[in-house]
């Protein structure tokens, strides 16, 4: 093995929830008086932790989001997760010959750990993640773009950066990884490669992914 540590983005790597909350979080900033494609959501905000999204709203548009925007998106999501959500196609498999394999990895998600274990739970993929392998934008002081969730759970794993890789979907995520450090492989199942251009190896079907990192 190549690595001693697999680091995997939760959202569109794990679950296939992009297009859940892609389209809900469009429709919630619509609601709301900032009309939002979902192929506008998905080009600004796939892979931003929520600070992000209120972040750009204020900068483009100079007004606050309401104090209850997160709760009131989350709970959406929610919902729509117990109805719609998949493990994307050919994870299982993979987490269960690394885990199998005895090959070190976790989750470094922008969402919320309520989000993570949501979903997880919903999917089934629970099993494969106890605690300690569940990293979150909320335990760094800032999100993705920025290195720090992804030093974090190197840290906590207790593997050097240069000897970890990051299975991303989202530029964000893939600038983050490159600033930490790190190799990182683009997911481009749903992600135009070009939007990923800056991850050392790009691949779109996940079941290939563990004959790319021997």
Known sequence: MRYDLIIFDNDGVLVDSEPISNRLLAACLTELGHPTSYEESIRDYMGSAMHRIHELVLERTGQRLPKDFDDVFHGRVFAAFERELKPVAG??????????????????????????????????????????????????????????????????????????????????GV?????????????????PAARLAAAGQLFSDMGDLPDLLI
């Not at 090959?103 to 969402?111: F, I, R």
């Not at 309520?114 to 605690?131: A, M, Y």
């Not at 600038?175 to 992600?191: K, P």
């Open 175 to 191: 600038q983050a990884a490159v600033a930490a450090g790190m190799d990182v492989y683009g997911f481009t199942a749903m992600t």
């Open 91 to 172: 994870v299982s498999d993979v987490l269960q010959k690394l885990a199998a394999d005895g090959v070190p990895y976790c989750v470094a998600s922008s969402g919320s750990h309520e989000r993570i274990r949501v979903g997880h739970r919903t999917t089934g993929l629970d099993r494969w993640f106890e605690e300690s392998r569940i990293f979150s934008s909320q335990d760094v002081g800032r999100g993705k773009p920025a290195p720090d969730l992804f030093l974090y759970a190197a840290e906590r794993m207790g593997v050097a950066p240069e000897r970890c890789v990051v299975v991303e979907d989202s530029p964000l």
